[in-house]
């Protein structure tokens, strides 16, 4: 285990609803990295949040958005949800300043859209 | 072209097979290199990292590299059952903070 953890585990929504999806990072990690893996695919980046600033962002609408709280602990939110963010959201962390940046997983919220 | 792209699976193999699972990928500036295995329901956890070419070794598990190609591999010797899984390989960009995941290639290792 990697003492990341994430919740729900499990989430249905309908389309155009928001969601919110936790993650509390491993004792001692700053940074968190969010993920949408598809069923079959690999993760995708959807952004990273160091010190409370997000730090990078991949090729995701301004309706994915995220924060991160003093104690490393974060949320992702889904606006206006479409049936294709139906995936698993993985949130990862690690302690940046540490070559490599190695990212530790949690085990996912899987996310349903109808 | 994908930045990462992984042979397509799936894989089956008996049991003590050697394993062989690749990657290429496109960006010259990638430096670290990582395999993450993945359950079924689970998230993915890392299994080995390296930044060099060369090969690593941790075990039944070999991690090698070929900066020259942009060609990474996994080897797996003596392969068990409990070695079934999605195997991804996963590529850090020089800025460090973004992951780049290969697609997945999964394996089952029959008894």
């Known amino acids: 285990e990697t003492g990341v953890t994430q919740s729900p585990t499990h989430l249905i929504k309908t389309r155009g609803q928001q969601v919110t999806l936790r993650c509390s990072s491993q004792s001692g990690h700053n940074t968190v990295s969010w993920y949408q893996q598809a069923l079959g695919q690999g993760p995708q980046f959807i952004f990273q949040y160091y010190r409370e600033e997000e730090n990078g962002r991949g090729n995701f609408p301004p309706r994915f958005s995220g924060l991160q709280f003093p104690n490393y602990s974060s949320e992702l939110n889904v606006n206006a949800l479409e049936l294709d963010d139906s995936a698993l959201y993985l949130c990862?962390?690690?302690?940046?300043?540490?070559?490599?940046?190695?990212?530790?997983f949690g085990p996912g919220t899987r996310l349903t859209v109808l | 072209q994908k930045e990462v792209e992984q042979d397509p699976g799936p894989l089956s193999v008996p049991e003590g097979a050697i394993v062989s699972l690749n990657c290429t990928y496109s960006?010259?500036?990638?430096?670290?290199f990582m395999w993450y295995r993945q359950y079924s329901r689970k998230g993915p956890e890392l299994l080995m990292y390296?930044?060099?070419?060369g090969n690593k070794e941790d075990g039944r598990f070999t991690a090698q590299v070929d900066k020259s190609s942009k060609y990474i591999s996994l080897f797996i010797r003596d392969s068990q059952p409990s070695d079934s899984a999605t195997y991804l390989c996963?590529?850090?960009?020089?800025?460090?903070?973004?992951?780049?995941f290969g697609p997945g290639t999964r394996l089952s290792v029959l008894p």
């Open positions: 390296t930044y060099s070419s």
């Open positions: 996963a590529i850090l960009d020089n800025y460090g903070q973004n992951f780049v």
């Open positions: 960006n010259s500036a990638f430096q670290y």
């Open positions: 990862a962390s690690s302690l940046a300043g540490i070559e490599p940046d190695t990212q530790y």
